[in-house]
């Protein structure tokens, strides 16, 4: 029972393991400064040269605590209680400071998950990557040679880049900049946090192909930390995926997401949007333990479909099973591997789409200061009806939904909801008109007061809107409203730090529903959401579209979910339309170049050799 998969990823270390694997990671423990209660426990495994290794899970399952153990390093609050973290042949738990400081960036190196925050915004990229290079003792001669080569190697334009600053480049650019950093000097593992997460399908596709060659040609490990299980089921060669701090499943790539095992593992892939097929997302019920709550037995036990006593009773190890190749921790790993659940249909909304437009933008132009940013941009979206915004960062998505709600009132044309012209500025629009058109969006961080309670958030457009309810009106809708968002009515108390991201964008949609709007404008709302948070946000709006008769603008880049939320599909590329018309035509058959390439940069990581789990 403690064979070694196929994989090659080692569930313990062998003696002489360590002089052919980057990176080997046994027996890891990290719990609260102040406590005894372990927010991660019991990880191990080991890369070797050129290999990556993908960290999937749950907000909260402990993938950045293990990625950031790799660089002696835990986050205020925490520290590394037991284990050990090779990185080349040298530990990393238990240095002083002086000496990690001297190893980050040579033998490890961080990547982070928003560029900008890796990046001095006063200090061009040139200088910054001559920087990394001279705080570890690079000659001035070698490092007049090496700059332009980095820049090279990420396929950036060098004088261009190199004489920029941060906030001259786009996303996709300031991310090849720090994997340029990262890289700078050819430490033996990279760790790469959430590096894709909010990047459009191509500039993603960029980042990921020059992260693949850069590992390969420096016989770097890697280890890549994200929640899209689409990004990892491409890039990585193994699988560790993670549930309440510990890995629960443990493997090659292929057989992980071909056949997953494990009952949280076939849970999140059955969260994950196909571009080749419209399936109804499954969200996970119930959320995961928080540290120090961790249940007897299983900790997955009170989510479990496939739960029995004895799960309950005694703890599982992570383990080989007979047939096979991965490790699991699970007692049940062998019986369920042999169970097939096929992906659930896509049924209809139950809401037949009117004749007549509820909203209509025609010829919409907008600015920013004198740059043209949307030229003659016209769509239609129908009474009941979901209609999917897509294209590139910068194709002008959203700006034209900020227009149609009055956030951005710099523009010429004409936008109608239900035949009536809506003035640019949302001030100067009529209560009613403002009501009908609620505006949910993309970070629910950023959009909700941390200093009022759910309650008083909800009730702010309430009195806005309908100043004469009483207060049993106003909190029976407030009730209500909640509900539709699938949280309970104990959420009023609580205040947003104390919600999870997808706890957070319910709460967004609650406040958006309060007031009965006939309009969402939905802006890329799930795009730094875990899958199965993903699933669940977009059945809520599948049902809400049924049940309350909603109308949909759904912004994404994400265009696998597009089928399993919308009815038509507006393709957008430099500020205007170039392809509209159903989903299954458009996604099925695009008459655009430009689409299709959209389309062939999507992930597609197990839908050619495998069905869905």
Same mark, same amino acid.
């Given at each position: ?10 569930? !313990? ?46 907000s909260?399952?402990?993938?950045? #605590? ?18 050990? =973290? ?9 240095? !002083? ?30 200088t910054?990557?001559r920087?990394?290079?001279? !705080?570890h ?65 191509t ?90 709550e961790?249940p ?14 004895a ?27 042999q ?27 907008? !600015? ?13 979206i ?15 998505? #959203? ?12 523009? #010429? ?34 959009s ?21 309810l ?5 909190l ?19 205040y ?37 948070v993903?699933?669940?946000?977009v ?6 579209q ?9 912004? #994404? ?11 038509r ?16 035509? =458009? ?16 992930p ?10």
């Amino acid at each position: 029972m403690d064979r070694r998969p196929s994989s090659g990823v080692a569930d !313990s270390p062998t003696p002489g393991h360590t002089a052919t694997m980057r990176v080997v990671v046994s027996d890891l423990r990290v719990c609260l400064a102040h406590g005894r209660a372990d927010v991660v426990d019991d990880v191990s495994f080991s890369l070797g040269s050129g290999q990556m290794l993908g960290l999937v899970g749950e907000s909260g399952s402990g993938k950045t #605590t293990v990625a950031l153990a790799l660089l002696g390093y835990a986050r205020p609050g925490l520290r590394v209680a037991g284990g050990s =973290v090779l990185v080349d042949g040298e530990e990393m738990c238990g240095r !002083s400071d002086r000496t990690l400081r001297a190893t980050r960036g040579r033998r490890v190196a961080y990547v982070p998950q928003d560029p900008s925050s890796a990046l001095n915004p006063a200090m061009k990229v040139g200088t910054q990557l001559r920087e990394a290079l001279t !705080s570890h003792g690079v000659a001035g001669a070698d490092i007049d040679q090496r700059v332009p080569e980095l820049i090279e190697e990420v396929k950036l334009p060098g004088a261009a880049i190199l004489d920029a600053y941060p906030h001259q480049l786009s996303g996709g650019q300031q991310q090849r900049v720090v994997l340029a950093m990262g890289f700078a000097l050819r430490p033996a593992v990279i760790v790469l946090d959430e590096p894709t997460t909010g990047l459009d399908v191509t500039t993603q596709r960029r980042v990921l192909d020059t992260i693949r060659d850069l590992c390969v040609a420096h016989g770097a490990a890697g280890i890549f930390v994200s929640h899209d299980l689409a990004v990892i089921g491409e890039l990585v060669d193994q699988v560790a995926v993670m549930y309440a701090g510990r890995i629960v499943e443990l493997g090659a790539k292929s057989d992980v997401f071909a056949a997953p095992t494990h009952p949280y593992t076939r849970g999140l892939l059955r969260a994950v949007p196909l571009p080749d097929r419209s399936t109804r997302l499954e969200g996970l019920a119930g959320h995961p333990p928080r540290p120090g709550e961790r249940p007897p037995g299983c900790a997955f036990a009170p989510r479990c479909d496939f739960v029995q006593p004895a799960c309950t009773a005694e703890e599982q190890r992570l383990a080989a099973h007979p047939g096979l190749t991965q490790l699991v921790r699970c007692r049940r790993a062998s019986e369920l591997h042999q169970i097939d659940r096929a992906p659930l249909p896509l049924s209809q909304t139950g809401a037949a789409v009117g004749d007549a437009p509820l909203l209509a933008v025609r010829d919409l132009c907008a !600015s920013y200061a004198s740059t043209r940013v949307l030229t003659d941009v016209s769509l239609e979206i129908g009474e009941r009806e979901c209609v999917a915004i897509v294209g590139e960062s910068g194709s002008g998505k #959203t700006t034209l939904a900020r227009c149609v709600v009055g956030l951005h009132p710099r523009w #010429t044309g004409s936008v109608s909801l239900r035949g009536t012209a809506l003035v640019p500025a949302a001030r100067e629009r009529a209560p009613d008109l403002l009501r009908e058109v609620q505006y949910i969006f993309q970070s629910p961080y950023g959009s909700l007061n941390p200093r009022k309670s759910v309650h008083q958030i909800l009730e702010q457009p309430l009195e806005r809107f309908f100043g004469g309810l009483g207060r049993r009106d106003r909190l029976q809708r407030i009730d209500a409203a909640l509900e539709e968002a699938a949280l309970s009515s104990s959420f009023r108390r609580l205040y947003p730090g104390e919600l999870s991201g997808g706890e957070r964008q319910r709460v967004a949609i609650a406040r958006a529903l309060v007031v009965e709007p006939d309009l969402l404008v939905c802006d890329e709302i799930t795009s730094a959401l875990d899958v199965s948070v993903q699933a669940a946000i977009v059945e809520t709006l599948r049902r809400l579209q049924s049940d309350r008769g909603l109308t949909l603008a759904f912004i #994404t880049h994400n265009l696998a979910l597009v089928k399993s939320i919308a009815q038509r599909v507006t393709v957008m590329q430099s500020g205007r339309v170039i392809e509209s018309g159903d989903t299954a035509t =458009v996604l099925g058959a695009p008459a655009q170049e430009y689409t299709r390439t959209l389309l062939k940069d999507l992930p597609r990581p197990w839908t050619a050799t495998a069905t869905a789990p």
